[in-house]
């Protein structure tokens, strides 16, 4: 772990769900956060979560069958990338993200490292891992940009 990494202990889904609203809170003009973890590690909850505090309302639907799905966030568009099915990281190059690069304010990528070399790099490395009853959440930057965001995040403290 990158001695810049940021970890904390998630207890429940709600908690999950703070951290979203956390770093949409501190979001930058443009971001692209890598998620991983197993299934079940709650990828998709914090994306939704993240998704929702950007003031993104109606259904919040998984990316897990059609790849991405995108969303109008204030400043632009928000991008949620589910690669878990992806058969070749070639694929990608049918979903039109140079046209998405150009749109997306964050990028939510799931699994990325399905569609290395295809994808922007991350400015943040979000992962998750089960822990007993609860979540261990690790933030790593990965840019100057997400040091940048990082550091907003951990001065707002464990409320907001």
Same mark, same amino acid.
């Given at each position: 772990?990158?001695?810049?990494?940021?970890?904390?202990?998630?207890?429940?889904?709600?908690? *999950?769900?703070?951290?979203?609203?956390?770093?949409?809170?501190?979001?930058?003009?443009?971001?692209?956060?890598?998620?991983?973890?197993?299934?079940?590690?709650?990828?998709? *909850?914090?994306?939704?979560?993240?998704?929702?505090?950007?003031?993104?309302?109606?259904?919040?639907?998984?990316? *897990?069958? *059609?790849?991405?799905?995108?969303?109008?966030?204030?400043?632009?568009?928000?991008?949620?990338?589910?690669?878990?099915?992806?058969?070749?990281?070639?694929?990608?190059?049918?979903?039109?993200?140079?046209?998405?690069?150009?749109?997306?304010?964050?990028?939510?990528?799931?699994?990325?490292?399905?569609?290395?070399?295809?994808?922007?790099?991350?400015?943040?490395?979000?992962?998750?891992?089960?822990?007993?009853?609860?979540?261990?959440?690790?933030?790593?930057?990965?840019?100057?940009?997400?040091?940048?965001?990082?550091?907003?995040?951990?001065?707002?403290?464990?409320?907001g």
């Amino acid at each position: 772990m990158s001695s810049e990494a940021y970890s904390l202990f998630l207890p429940d889904a709600a908690a *999950t769900e703070a951290l979203g609203a956390r770093l949409a809170a501190r979001l930058p003009a443009r971001a692209v956060v890598y998620l991983e973890g197993d299934l079940g590690a709650g990828k998709s *909850t914090l994306a939704r979560a993240l998704l929702r505090a950007l003031g993104v309302a109606g259904r919040i639907r998984s990316p *897990t069958y *059609t790849l991405v799905e995108r969303y109008p966030v204030p400043g632009g568009e928000a991008a949620h990338l589910d690669l878990y099915r992806l058969g070749d990281a070639a694929e990608l190059d049918f979903l039109a993200l140079d046209e998405l690069a150009d749109a997306a304010r964050l990028w939510l990528v799931e699994w990325p490292e399905r569609g290395a070399g295809h994808l922007p790099p991350a400015d943040l490395v979000l992962g998750l891992r089960l822990e007993g009853e609860g979540r261990q959440a690790r933030l790593e930057p990965r840019s100057a940009l997400g040091r940048q965001w990082l550091a907003a995040f951990r001065e707002g403290g464990p409320g907001g």
